[in-house]
């Protein structure tokens, strides 16, 4: 329960008098308990002095002998008997404003548990964000899943092969190797032409000779996420353009994380990747920040963008990703997961960032 002890000490310093989670991540980092979002409403109600479940009757096993009070409601009830039974008035509330559901924001209202509700996107970010050892160890182990995974199936990038079926393997690989079924994201396989769009989804194009191959992957150990790209060449004769591309974001890559240390801002690491492909003339073509937090979630705080003077600390997990993006061209992207020490920033990743030619 230090998690809870954690969070109260946070939501005071926000002058916050509570919390209302809904399944996911910070429910599940705060109680070790996992959910699912359905039309059955889960809320843990967080205050200074208690923590309270409402819950529909069948879920209640999962947290009966975690020491929390709850009130359970069954489908014959429905869920506003079970919130009305729920007898507290929170002055002003806290809400996680990227899950949080017009569902259950509008049985928290209508029982007049709190109408005074405010975005506590940053409470949890605090709560989450440094990392600590058994958490760095499982994102190693996603990382190394991940790793394995795509080095085993090296021999498949070649002409014929499809996105698709290059991106089956590597999700069966994944599975083999010890990842959970809930993968962070579908692999993103993009080929060619294709590779000029950063979020392309994997299709039926065929791998061709002498083009590129971004693949962005990543594995789930225990409900943590690693999320890692390379860009491989399929025969030699690679346009010039893209090669220059290449080593621009290679180096990028490489000054970000020289730059990444505690008390750096995030956008002076997002500067340093940045200032090294406009240099290089590509400028125009890098259409995203350089990176974002990992952990639980595959994009979470810290974000590592620009005009973000947000100051990074030890523990903190996040990618360092440069990409360059031409159209109807191709593109590159060279991504690893780091996370702060005491001195400078490390490097979960291992694969090597050196154009790898199949």
Do not use: C
Not at 186 to 209: L, M, Q
Not at 244 to 268: F, H, I
Not at 299 to 305: G, V
Request: charged fraction near 25%.
């Amino acid at each position: 329960m230090k998690n809870l002890e954690r969070i109260r000490d946070i939501m005071a310093h926000h002058s916050f008098d509570g919390l209302a989670i809904v399944p996911g991540p910070n429910m599940e980092y705060l109680t070790g308990s996992k959910f699912h979002l359905s039309e059955r409403p889960v809320v843990l109600f967080i205050e200074k002095g208690n923590s309270t479940f409402i819950l529909p009757e069948l879920e209640s096993p999962k947290i009966s002998d975690l020491g929390f009070d709850y009130i359970t409601y069954n489908d014959e009830e429905g869920y506003e008997l079970g919130f009305s039974k729920f007898n507290h008035k929170i002055e002003k509330m806290g809400v996680e404003s990227r899950l949080i559901r017009h569902i259950e924001l509008d049985i928290i209202s209508a029982k007049d548990i709190s109408t005074n509700i405010h975005d506590a996107t940053d409470i949890f970010a605090t709560l989450r964000m440094p990392k600590s050892s058994t958490e760095l160890e499982l994102m190693a182990e996603a990382v190394s899943i991940a790793e394995m995974s795509i080095i085993s199936i090296l021999d498949k990038i070649k002409p014929g092969v499809t996105e698709k079926e290059f991106a089956s393997e590597l999700v069966i690989q994944l599975l083999r190797n010890g990842s959970l079924s809930e993968l962070p994201f579908s692999p993103i396989v993009a080929s060619g032409v294709n590779a000029a769009n950063p979020h392309h989804y994997p299709g039926d194009k065929e791998f061709k000779e002498d083009e590129l191959i971004i693949i962005d992957w990543g594995a789930n150990y225990k409900g943590y996420f690693s999320d890692i790209t390379r860009t491989f060449a399929i025969g030699k004769n690679i346009d010039s353009k893209l090669l220059e591309a290449y080593d621009a974001v290679k180096l990028a890559n490489e000054s970000a994380r020289n730059v990444a240390k505690v008390g750096v801002k995030a956008e002076d690491v997002d500067s340093a990747a940045r200032k090294i492909i406009e240099d290089a003339g590509f400028g125009k073509y890098f259409t995203h920040r350089t990176g974002h937090g990992l952990g639980l979630e595959i994009h979470e705080e810290p974000y590592i963008k620009p005009d973000s003077s947000f100051i990074l600390e030890k523990g903190m997990t996040f990618t360092i990703e440069p990409g360059i993006y031409i159209p109807d061209l191709g593109g590159i992207r060279i991504e690893d997961d780091v996370y702060l020490s005491d001195s400078d920033s490390r490097s979960l990743t291992s694969l090597p960032r050196s154009l790898q030619y199949i």
